[in-house]
T-cell receptor, first 113, second 111 residues
Framework: ETGVTQSPTHLIKTRGQQVTLRCSSQ?????VSWYQQALGQGPQFIFQ???????GRGNFPPRFSGLQFPNYSSELNVNALELDDSALYLC????????????FGPGTRLTVL | AQSVAQPEDQVNVAEGNPLTVKCTYS??????LFWYVQYPNRGLQFLLK??????LVKGSYGFEAEFNKSQTSFHLKKPSALVSDSALYFC?????????FGRGTSLIVHP
């Protein structure tokens, strides 16, 4: 098991609501990335945070936002939830080198009704 | 834009036989290539990566992968499959801090 933890494990929301997902990095890691994995698909990169700044973003709308805290833990916020936001949300931590291995948490399963 | 293709949705192999899971990629510049494995309702586990140097990379659980620059491929291999290897396998490429994953290949190892 990696040292990356995520909370909550499961979450059910209704369309239009807002949600916050949390991630604690593995010790020694200063970079956090978030991914969305829809059923039967590979993980889609949402964004990456390094030293509390976003330094990479995938093709996701602004209603997906994040934070990284001084202890390198992170939050993913999604506003105005849509049915298609239902997915497994994965957090991964690493060092800041581009070739660094990312270590994934177990994920948060979000269901939007 | 960079991309990763895993042309097989599913690979079936008998226990004890060699296995190959295919991956091709498209990226500008020199890529960093990764393989991850995912078990049901779990996050991804790192298997191996190619950064530079020897084209044959050895990783966890007896897996290895061969980087082929001319064919832009990074196929995952194992000499002798185990039933416990049955899982979902993802190839990923990383360039300019943007990671891209393939759709995944379901490996089924039959006893």
């Amino acid at each position: 098991e990696t040292g990356v933890t995520q909370s909550p494990t499961h979450l059910i929301k209704t369309r239009g609501q807002q949600v916050t997902l949390r991630c604690s990095s593995q010790s020694g890691h200063n970079t956090v990335s978030w991914y969305q994995q829809a059923l039967g698909q590979g993980p889609q990169f949402i964004f990456q945070y390094y030293r509390e700044e976003e330094n990479g973003r995938g093709n996701f709308p602004p209603r997906f936002s994040g934070l990284q805290f001084p202890n390198y833990s992170s939050e993913l916020n999604v506003n105005a939830l849509e049915l298609d936001d239902s997915a497994l949300y994965l957090c991964a931590s690493s060092t800041d080198r581009e070739e660094a291995t990312q270590y994934f948490g177990p994920g948060t399963r979000l269901t939007v009704l | 834009a960079q991309s990763v293709a895993q042309p097989e949705d599913q690979v079936n192999v008998a226990e004890g036989n060699p296995l190959t899971v295919k991956c091709t990629y498209s990226v500008s510049g020199n890529p960093y290539l990764f393989w991850y494995v995912q078990y049901p309702n779990r996050g991804l586990q790192f298997l191996l990566k190619y950064i530079t140097g020897d084209n044959l990379v050895k990783g966890s659980y007896g897996f290895e992968a061969e980087f082929n620059k001319s064919q832009t491929s990074f196929h995952l291999k194992k000499p002798s499959a185990l039933v416990s290897d049955s899982a979902l396998y993802f190839c990923a490429v990383r360039a300019r801090h943007i990671p891209t994953f393939g759709r995944g290949t379901s490996l089924i190892v039959h006893p």
